[in-house]
């Protein structure tokens, strides 16, 4: 009989809304989502690009979203190491956007976190169905 090894961990990078969900700890993630969430450990943490947090902030000004602390005491809570680890704006990230196909949809954002899923091999949490239809990346939903 072989040796037996354990599955190695999945690495999974956290979309805009869903870093909002968790951290505002809203009941619109799915069982799956939460219990990967909440299987987070130093050694097997959770991605967050860094453009996530522009994209918070964006809407924050914009008053699209609310925050249950101030903007910087949020961002700064929300990827608090060590269960949470960013990933910032790489050329290897700027080079996958480069080369995303024309048929996936235009926002810069989206682009940047799909590339980043890409060059980190991560697995995307999200519910963006536009993501999701797209098969560019592993999606967790």
């Known amino acids: 009989m072989g040796i037996r090894r354990a599955p190695s961990p999945v690495k999974v990078l956290l979309d805009t ?7 505002g700890k809203d009941t619109r993630l799915s069982k799956r989502q939460t219990r990967t969430l909440q299987q987070a450990i130093p050694d097997n943490p959770l991605f967050i690009a860094d453009i996530t947090l522009w994209e918070i902030a964006n809407l924050h ?6 925050l249950h602390l101030p903007l910087r005491d949020w961002l700064e809570a ?7 680890q960013r990933i910032g704006l790489s050329p290897a990230v700027a ?3 480069a080369g995303l196909p024309s048929t996936f949809h235009r ?3 989206d ?13 995307l ?3 963006d169905t536009r993501i999701i239809d797209a098969d560019l990346v592993p999606i967790l939903h």
């Open 17 to 23: 809304h869903i870093l909002l969900y968790w951290f």
């Open 107 to 109: 926002d810069p954002t």
């Open 61 to 66: 000004s914009l008053n699209r979203i609310s």
């Open 95 to 97: 080079a996958t956007v």
């Open 111 to 123: 682009r940047i976190i799909v590339a980043t899923a890409q060059v980190i091999g991560a697995t």
């Open 78 to 84: 929300a990827t608090a190491q060590p269960l949470v």
């Open 125 to 127: 949490m999200t519910h």
